[in-house]
């Protein structure tokens, strides 16, 4: 068990070191790109497994949008925290509030949003639980108020 852990850690290590990573050489972007691929492959091939055909299209579109908005949440966050060891001044000193921080402070929050929304209906009772035993008139009482 323990050789198994230190080779998941060194194989962690060689995938998402940039040093040693066999991307290495191609521009972020273009990593970025690869990334996404591999999320669409990877969503495709796990919801073809998991969902039904009748629920794939709603499973698979909801897996791919998750990798996706994790894929560039991490790159974004990676993103920001080089540039700050380059430029140390804070946004809020130099005012410099450009569209990707914009975007990345509404994503957040849009997360947040949707992530509560989701516990919130999962926590929430059943509708059907409330007895309807039908309407207190009949169809031609409430035809009889409106028509005299």
């Known amino acids: 068990m323990e050789s198994f852990k230190n080779w998941m850690t060194e194989a962690a290590n060689i995938m ?37 055909v009748t629920s794939f299209i709603f499973g698979w579109a909801g897996v791919v949008m998750a990798h996706i908005g994790l894929i560039i949440a991490v790159y ?13 001044v804070s946004v809020f000193q ?3 509030y450009n569209p990707a921080k914009i975007f990345a402070i509404f994503f957040i929050v849009f997360f947040i949003f949707i992530f509560t929304k989701g516990i919130d209906v999962l926590t929430r009772t059943n509708s059907y639980e409330t007895p309807y035993s039908g309407p207190e008139t009949t169809t031609e009482e409430r035809i009889k108020k409106f028509v005299k």
């Open 76 to 88: 974004l966050t990676f993103k920001f925290f080089h540039k700050k060891q380059e430029q140390p």
């Open 94 to 96: 130099s005012g410099n």
């Open 16 to 52: 998402f070191d940039d040093s040693k990573n066999d991307l290495r050489s191609l521009p972020k972007s273009v990593r970025l790109q690869i990334l996404i691929v591999l999320s669409f492959v990877w969503s495709t091939v796990f919801s073809l497994y998991v969902f039904s």
